[in-house]
């Protein structure tokens, strides 16, 4: 395993100044973020329900810009504006300015994934799900004022979700299973 040798840039105090680099990382925590299972909106998992508003059957791509927002719909609202005040949190706390960033865009690209597998990999066989599943991979890109591009990937799956919201409850077991009411 290589590890990346990092050069720190520090002022007469020696404390460390940040640099532009490390917007690698700010994207890269914003992406590990939307993948994360504990993105919810409104009880169920953002990605399923980002999945479920948009209209194309077979392929779905997904653009929120993270500074000046998006109003497509209710839910990509949601996302610019949950993961814009994430993007200055994450970058505030790193040493950047936010005034250093010319755009900033979290870009979701989906396509539908088989088989439906459950989570339960370790099985042998594993179970076929019950429902179509998708495969998704968020890029967050962000320029910089020098017209540097600083990018970061994450990927996962997920199903579209079709349950009413807001969601009380989950229908589904962490593998992905549905779960049944009297276990």
């Known amino acids: 395993m290589q590890h990346r040798k990092l050069r720190v840039t520090c002022d007469l105090r020696g404390v460390p100044i940040a640099t ?28 399923g329900v980002l999945l479920r508003a948009q209209t194309s059957p077979d392929t779905a791509d997904i653009v929120v810009d993270l500074i000046m927002g998006c109003d497509d719909n209710a839910v990509a609202a949601n996302v610019g504006e949950r993961y814009g005040n994430l993007l200055r949190s994450i970058t505030a706390r790193v040493g950047l300015s936010a005034t250093m960033m010319t755009s900033a ?20 066989p594993r179970e076929e799900l019950d429902r ?24 996962n799956w997920c199903w579209p979700e079709l349950r009413a919201l807001p969601v009380s409850g989950s229908l589904y077991g962490p593998d992905g299973r549905t779960r049944h009411p009297h276990r």
């Open 132 to 155: 179509p599943t998708w495969s998704f991979v968020v890029t967050v890109s962000i320029t910089d004022d020098r017209a540097h591009v600083h990018e970061a990937t994450c990927a």
């Open 20 to 47: 532009r680099r490390q917007f690698v990382d700010v994207a890269s925590g914003v992406a590990a973020s939307f993948c994360s299972r504990n993105n919810d909106f409104q009880g169920a998992w953002l990605p």
């Open 105 to 124: 865009q979290l870009r979701v690209q989906y396509a539908p994934r088989a088989p439906n597998w459950t989570r339960e990999e370790w099985t042998n």
